[in-house]
């Protein structure tokens, strides 16, 4: 069975650093690519980056370029998403997705996590 | 960047209803648009793919059409779990982009 759990819920301050993470089990992670998505409070999905995990290559959406950083670790068949300098703007519900070698969709989403930058 | 628009952003349907919902691409996208279903506080679910294309263990109800710009989906004849938010997403070129969604609520 394919799965994708993510790390959980987050509370944090404007200004300090996160990583979520994204585990990937039940299929097959080298030839699969590791979308991540954003949905702000009542909004609609922004897809922001994705990353193959068999060789890390990384391809970013502009708004989000230089914003967050997008990692793997083959090993684990694990993607991260972090930030180094949060701020309020980034509060959100953030989905990891697969997305196939030759297919563009994103057929398996992970459950998401809740991320909360208050001061 | 392609702009997808959904319309209408949010429809009342009665359970049995035939129910459509547009998207249209600012741009050719061929058939390269995906189908997402997400109901509150839950992950989005895959639907379809290519414009047409339905997902194993979608029910058939479901349906997807449309080419180049302008794309439809359709629900043959709404059932209480349709209730939902629906998203449109283009994969013809990065960044790929997602409707801003549908609502489909009880009347």
């Known amino acids: 069975e394919v799965q994708l759990v993510q790390s959980g819920a987050e509370a944090k301050k404007p200004g300090e650093s996160l990583k979520i993470s994204c585990k990937a089990s039940?299929?097959?992670?080298?030839?699969?690519?590791i979308a991540w998505v954003r949905q702000m409070p009542g909004k609609g999905l922004e897809w922001m980056g994705i990353?193959?995990?068999?060789?890390?290559?990384?391809r970013y959406a502009p708004a989000f370029q230089g914003r967050v950083t997008i990692s793997a670790d083959k090993s684990i068949t694990t993607a991260y998403l972090q930030w180094s300098s949060l701020e309020a703007s980034d509060t959100a519900t953030y989905y990891c997705?697969?997305?196939?070698?030759?297919?563009?969709?994103?057929?398996?989403w992970g459950q998401g996590t809740k991320v909360t930058v208050s001061s | 960047d392609i702009q997808m628009t959904q319309s209408p952003s949010t429809l009342s349907a009665s359970v049995g209803d035939r129910v459509t919902i547009t998207c249209r691409a600012s741009?050719?996208?061929?058939?390269?648009l995906a189908w997402y279903q997400q109901k509150p506080g839950k992950a989005p679910k895959f639907l379809i793919q290519k414009a047409s294309n339905l997902e194993n263990g979608v029910p058939s109800r479901f349906s997807g059409s449309g080419s180049g710009t302008e794309f439809t989906l359709t629900i043959s004849s709404l059932q209480p779990e349709d209730f939902a938010t629906y998203y449109c997403q283009q994969y013809e070129r990065y960044p790929w982009t997602f409707g801003q969604g549908t609502k489909v609520e009880i009347k």
């Open positions: 741009q050719n996208i061929n058939n390269w």
């Open positions: 039940g299929y097959s992670s080298t030839i699969y690519w």
């Open positions: 997705a697969r997305r196939g070698a030759n297919n563009f969709y994103f057929d398996y």
């Open positions: 990353i193959y995990p068999a060789d890390s290559e990384t």
